[in-house]
């Protein structure tokens, strides 16, 4: 697995069935999550895990499945719950998982289990960024454009959902790509012990 | 009839693109058309490798080195296009889940017509005609979750019959299914093969299963070579079985414990229609020999559990009905019964998981209701049926003492239990090592070793033995065996497999619809032709070879477990 | 299966049940369309009508039904008192004026304008919810699935949307099971006995089961559909997309007005751009 690829083929991914399955898994898996894995805060305010389903298929497909696996997990999340269709939230969510799926572009090594200290301060500066992107400046502007929303309001939820899902990103992603960086690793000389 | 090749390796080896070594190598095999093989070999032993450079995943979706040919239908499968090939070829998985990918029977079985764009008329007309040879036509807009196992393996087949394809390979079709329903799908199988005029390839592990209905010739696979191309009746007479680590039929090892010699037997394969005549006195004077005393040890621990007129519903209609039992320090019991029973139900209800309706479970006198999921943890432990959904660390001695951190236990007390667990699940020497290099079997005994560390006196063990090869068989039920034994340990297994029952536990309830149909020793339970029937379950080949041979069924079972589990003990 | 879900494997016996997936969606996508581009309450005002009527129709459970649309009706109105509550005076600039009703202080009055901007919004936000929940009562995911197909959207997408259904129930279950037996071995979820903080950390137990067990089957079902032909031609037809039927031939034309509309309306905000967003009766 040591030859080079551009970034531009590891942005794209490989698109063969394996993918198309992966995004779909991702996307249910996204769907149940927003419906039934939430952590809750107070009453009525939740943080929602399925904001580690993009960071997890990032790393296993690249940064465009990620994105739409977020983009149809939202949709599909809206539709299961029957709360109506808001694509300003889908369309931030898949900026959001663009960013935080460029995993095997500067973690090249993670389908052989390397995932150290450089790839998670890489990975977390990309779940920062993304995060602002995506809902400091993506989602508001298009529920400006779409529901020509208030945009103190949009700003106020948006910031909300921006630190929500920064820090399920970073409490939850890291160890989770960890355990799945160690799954891939080969162990060479694993030795019994008394 | 036999002369057509229809597919034939020469010398063909094949390596996985991440592997160093061939996984198959120097195969010479040929297959008629027409025929129906069986091929059979450990875990591991490149039986799916095989199945997968027929039908064309080798090389589409595996990557990897291929010498030598395979000529499938006429066609050089290397170059073959997967497509091309599989207007040939129908394969059918193990998993009869994830191959179902419509939303409907009626769509999943037009899933490749689809595919190739087929005009919905015409696509209706296939879609009905392969519904009816896979006798499913009543069902076609039933959704996938309303089926049984069995009917989504019917399914699976009829998605594949389309284009009259020549060949239908069979990836192990029965490892899901319970007993009865294995025999529908082996005789569905058999009928196909007759009726259709199609070439039959099955892998499978659960040999007498198989050889319910004829099959032609058996593959033996051993790491990656061909063993024995042989007939069921040479495989049967031999010893091959056993040193390869595959499971004899019950009735084969019963005669080759009586001593019996097989060699001039004829339809050995069928226990229905062997000639049993010439082998009678010696299975009788065997059976005299080796009598079992009928002195049955009554379960004397002190009561653990008990169920009282427990009654439970997911909401629409009772699911268990009033039911009663009680579970005694040291049993080791099976629960087993048909799909949709009632069995994975009962152990939730016995871990706390839901609470009964009507009626109380007891532990050790203590009302359940009164006591937390939690508190219920620390003395009834279940494992469930599959080691990935219980694995959340990286490192073994981390998931194992997982449970006890979570608990708050104390560090001291914490070593000393994780490290008693691991002992006695024999991990204690890998206790560092990560969990993603383990076997299936090693995973599931982590995922013991993670349940044994509370101390719990009760383990629900659900379905411990399925989809796995007899090796890894009898290390898991007889690493359960030693917890019992040496630790008096309670075990309830919820199993679909009567060997597994037969050979390990003492006590079966057979649970059908809701209700308990029998709660009695194994050896009675299995040979109560009646309980047998209604609880969708198969008569075991003892039974049939007992009638044959005109000894009392149940007291044969007996001496054959007997015996069975003395020459365990001795090694 | 869990009743929480809002999805129909099954179709229904009613007109819109019975109509293909094709309809459906471009039905749906046309009407969405027009709501989100018009501010227009001479339009908006009918479409809420039918949305009521579309949503009727279907018959729907009503229990479920009366509870959702409260909650989303409830959401609405909190969106309208926030608005409110930043910028009173809304109205004047997207409705142009400001007649006062009502002074509880120089900040906060409440005008004319600004209420009836709240009333078209709302109904244009209801009638966009409403439909969204008639499409999704009377649509299969298969159909779904075919009727994206029909407008151009590559099949592979669609069939994630058709897979991703597909799987939903099975993760469901194994998200439960993997929640259940984790709470048997001691994890502690209750929000009254641990903080945040641990809740957050201690989901990572659940978590890595349940994406180890999901994307396990990636594989498996990845060869199901090559091994049947999935990927090997440009086009697909569809199962679940049955023949026209009399309810497809009357809406086609239907849809094609709808899009002749929006399409006017476009055009005319590009071209025209009226002086105010929101018409009003009583501005000129
Ligand atoms: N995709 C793969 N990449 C690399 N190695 C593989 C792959 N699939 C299988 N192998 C290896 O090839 C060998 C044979 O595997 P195979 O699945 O053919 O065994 P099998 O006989 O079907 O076993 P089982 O009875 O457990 O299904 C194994 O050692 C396995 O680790
Ligand atoms: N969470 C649930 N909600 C609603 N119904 C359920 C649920 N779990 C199980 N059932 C239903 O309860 C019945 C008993 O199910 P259970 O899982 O106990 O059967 P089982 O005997 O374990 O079957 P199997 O051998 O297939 O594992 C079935 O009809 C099943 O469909
Ligand atoms: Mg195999
Ligand atoms: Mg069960």
Redesign the pocket.
Known sequence: MSEKKSVGSLILGKWNTKTIVGIAIGAALFAVLMNYGGIKIFTNTSLTTAMIVDVIVGALFGPLPAALTAFLGNFLADLIGGWGFWFDWSIGNAVLGFFVGLIPVYARKFDEGVFGVKEIIIYAITVIVGNIVAFGAVTPLLTYLFYSQELTITWGQATAALIGNASVQLVLGIPLLLFLASRNKKSSNLAKED | MMAEPIITFTDFSFRYKSQTEDTLRHIDLTIYKGEKVLILGPSGSGKSTLGNCINGLIPFSYEGEIKGSCIVAGLETRKASLFKLSSHVGTVQQDSDAQFIGLSVGEDIAFSLENNAVPRPEMLELVDRAAEIVDMSDHLAHVPYDLS?GQKQKVALGGVLHNDVQILLFDEPLAAL?PTMGMTAVDLIDRIHREQDKTVIIIEHRLEDVLYRHVDRIILIDEGRIALDTTPDELLRSDVLKEMGIREPLYISALKNAGVDLSGVSSLEDVEHMDIEPLRDRIVSHFYENEPDLEKHVASGEVLVEVKDVSFD??SSY?LNDMNFTIRKGEKISII??????????AKLLCGIIRPKKGEITFRGQNCIEMSIKEIGNHIGYVMQNPNQMIAKNIIRDEVELAMKLNGRSKEETDKNVEEALRMCDLYSMRNWPVSVLSYGQKKRVTIASILCLKPDILIVDEPTAGQDYRHYTEIMGFLEELNRDYGITILF?T?DMHLAIEYTDRSIV?SE?NILADDYVFRVLSDSDIIKRANLKQTSLVTLADKTGLDPEKFIQAFIQEERRSRANG | MDNRLFINLKPGPTFLDRLTGKTKVRLFFVLILLLIATWDIRLIAPLFVLSIIGLVSIRPNPKKMTVTLVIILIMNLFNLLLMFLVEPDYGRGVVGGSNVIFRFTDFYIVTKETMWYFLVRLMKFMATFIFSLTFIQCITPSEMAAGLYSVKVPYKVCTIVSLAFRYIPDIT?DF?NIRISMQARGLELDAKRVGIGTRLKQYVLILAPLVISSFDRVGMIANAMDLRGFGKLKKRTYYAEHEDVKGDRILAPIILLLLALFLVIVVCLIFFPPAFQVWCPWIK
């Open positions: 196992g319970d997911y909401g699911h019964g048909k799909n949709g029973a009632g069995k994975s139900t009962m919820i679909h649970f809701g | 279950r439960n």
